[in-house]
């Protein structure tokens, strides 16, 4: 089974704080993706990744940076962490650029910068 | 751009009655369509998926969609809910961008079921 897992389920840190939430898949997938979720607005994506080092910026990319050094890993940076920035995050992955590849989803992480 | 409108917020059933989850999308090509699960506390699972082919598609848990192009439908059925169908339900369209592709999600339809 694909298995896409986050490095933390609830993290809570401070106004201004730089913060790493990490995501990692074991099915070399090269596709892999960041999306906020939050009530009432459903996923929207921030950065998605096609390959290492390559990324693309989403729908709400702002306030967000990403980096991929290596296949199975897909790091979403949070430069100056801000309370509007208070939501469920989830990562996603793929195993190519098909329209038709199913996304694998992490079991995602809940920030709370206060 | 492409779209996708799930009308219903919320909605409760009684356990055992049938549910449809109703899913209307906008996208100029051939829409490929998603539904996802995501059950509380958890991540977002597959439910099934359509690109081509036979309209009514059947997925996990006993669920089942139907493919209507004329109305821009992809609407989600189960004959009959179970307690454990309770969770939020996502339908989205995946479309081509940068040399890649993403997927649109709607805003999600909260099932409650009652015992």
């Known amino acids: 089974d694909v298995k896409v897992t986050q490095s933390s389920r609830y993290l809570v840190k401070r106004t201004g704080e730089k913060v790493f939430l990490e995501c990692v898949q074991d099915?070399?997938?090269?596709?892999m993706f960041w999306y906020r979720q939050d009530p009432g607005l459903g996923l929207r994506l921030i950065y998605f990744s096609y390959d290492v080092k390559m990324k693309e910026k989403g729908d709400i990319p702002e306030g967000y940076s990403v980096s991929r050094e290596k296949k199975e890993r897909f790091s979403l940076i949070l430069e100056s962490a801000s309370t509007n920035q208070t939501s469920m995050y989830l990562c996603a992955s793929s195993l190519r650029q098909g329209l038709k590849d199913e996304q694998y989803f992490g079991p995602g992480t809940r920030l709370t910068v206060t | 751009a492409q779209s996708v409108t799930q009308p219903d917020i919320h909605i409760t059933v009684s356990e055992g009655a049938s549910l449809e989850l109703r899913c209307n999308y906008s996208y100029g090509a051939t829409p490929y369509l998603f539904w996802y699960v995501q059950s509380p506390g958890q991540g977002l699972q597959l439910l099934l998926k359509?690109?081509?082919?036979?309209?009514l598609v059947q997925g996990i848990k006993g669920f089942e969609a139907e493919f209507k192009r004329s109305q821009s439908s992809f609407n989600l059925r189960k004959p009959s809910v179970h307690w454990s169908d309770a969770a939020e339900y996502f339908c989205?369209?995946?479309?081509?961008?940068?040399?890649?592709?993403?997927?649109?999600f709607g805003k999600g339809t909260k099932l409650s079921v009652i015992p």
């Open positions: 359509y690109f081509s082919g036979d309209t």
């Open positions: 099915m070399d997938h090269e596709n």
């Open positions: 989205a369209v995946a479309a081509a961008r940068a040399g890649s592709y993403q997927l649109t």
